[in-house]
């Protein structure tokens, strides 16, 4: 008389999965909430920080003062283009 040959047991059982998934979804949850509050609401902070009292046309003389846009064909003086022939451009 034979004994039957066992079916060959799985290595990790299904409640050893659910706890790796588990264990998984949580880790990424902790990785979405560090990145949320230590990257994105500081830099979106900044950003608003910046812009609440920025000025472009005030910036943008500035540059001009500076000669940032010597090389341009036209200028914006906040309402229209205008050409530069009329003016003296660096070369």
């Known amino acids: 008389y034979y004994k039957r040959a066992s079916l060959p047991r799985p290595h990790s059982s299904l409640a050893c ?9 949580v880790v990424s949850l902790g990785v979405v909430a560090l990145c949320k509050f230590a990257v994105a ?3 979106k902070k900044a950003y608003t920080d910046f812009y609440r009292n920025y000025n472009s046309l005030q910036d943008m003389e500035e540059m ?9 064909k036209y200028f914006w ?3 229209n283009f205008f050409e530069l022939s009329s003016i003296e451009v660096c070369h």
């Open 17 to 25: 999965r659910r706890i790796q998934i588990v264990g998984v979804f």
């Open 41 to 43: 609401e500081p830099k």
């Open 64 to 72: 001009k003062k500076a000669g940032v846009f010597h090389s341009a």
């Open 77 to 79: 003086n906040g309402k």
